[in-house]
């Protein structure tokens, strides 16, 4: 029996940063680190006051669980709803469906956000907006 592709046990530390103006992101499980074909898992801090910008994801589904913080989240399926969002809140956004995201607060908002099937981060790593830290390297501020 051949061993499955990819690592089993994740820390933070030993996977890159995605890091954008309004925050970071930490991709614990993903193609390219897990081997998973079927989800992608990350670890989404948003700086208080930002927020990204109204997108969506073809094809794919996104769950957001809000770890803590708060926030306002926008879903468009009839038209932009705007509901306030905080720890213990699970937000899911259909596939295709315009989504957007806004810290209210004044603590990072920290987000768990799954895709299924995985895609999105990659598409983003790829943005012009995205800059890469590699794995045990911190954020410059």
Known sequence: MSKLAGRRFV???SVE???FDWGTIKWLSEP???GTDRFTMGVVLLQPGKGHVRHNHPGTEEILYVVSGQGRQMIDIDGE???EIGA????HIPAEIYHSTVNTGWE???LVAVYSPP???ALLRAMPE???VAPGELPES
Do not use: H, N
């Open 119 to 121: 895609g999105p981060e």
């Open 32 to 34: 390219r680190v897990t």
């Open 88 to 91: 213990g809140d699970m937000i």
């Open 81 to 83: 709803e705007w509901d």
């Open 17 to 19: 940063t995605q890091v």
């Open 11 to 13: 820390s933070p530390a």
């Open 130 to 132: 995205c800059r890469v």
């Open 108 to 110: 990072p908002l920290k």
